[in-house]
């Protein structure tokens, strides 16, 4: 006999998977922000820009945030949140 799927249930778990990985992507762009902060105050200009390090600390703080944006856009779909995009993400991430 086939399952049936519950696709109400699979929908609420991907939403739930989705704030999870928010959440995450948040940490780690801090983390990375905070990393290339520490850079700045004890390398040198011509270290920094000769740093593989250093160079994909800065990708991964923008891919974080384009990441962050994505989710928080999927998250959006089908609630009033979509009215205002992200907002609230957006100052936070602003914030830090």
């Known amino acids: 006999m086939a399952k049936k799927l519950d ?4 929908k ?3 939403r739930h998977k989705l704030m999870t990985l928010m959440g995450c992507v948040t940490h780690a762009q801090v983390v990375a922000d905070q990393a290339i902060g520490l ?3 004890f390398m040198k200009y011509d270290e920094m820009d ?3 390090a250093v160079r994909t600390v800065e990708n991964l703080s ?5 990441a962050m944006q994505v989710i928080c856009k999927e998250l ?5 949140f979509q009215e205002t995009p992200c907002k ?4 936070m991430v602003k914030e830090l």
């Not at 923008?62 to 384009?66: F, G, L, T």
């Not at 959006?76 to 009033?80: E, F, L, P, V, Y």
């Not at 609230?88 to 100052?91: D, G, K, L, M």
Request: net charge negative; proline share 0%.
């Open 7 to 10: 696709t109400g249930k699979m």
């Open 12 to 14: 609420e778990q991907w």
């Open 39 to 41: 850079a700045n105050r």
């Open 50 to 52: 000769d740093s593989d």
């Open 62 to 66: 923008c891919v974080c945030e384009e």
């Open 76 to 80: 959006a779909k089908g609630t009033r």
């Open 88 to 91: 609230a993400a957006e100052n």
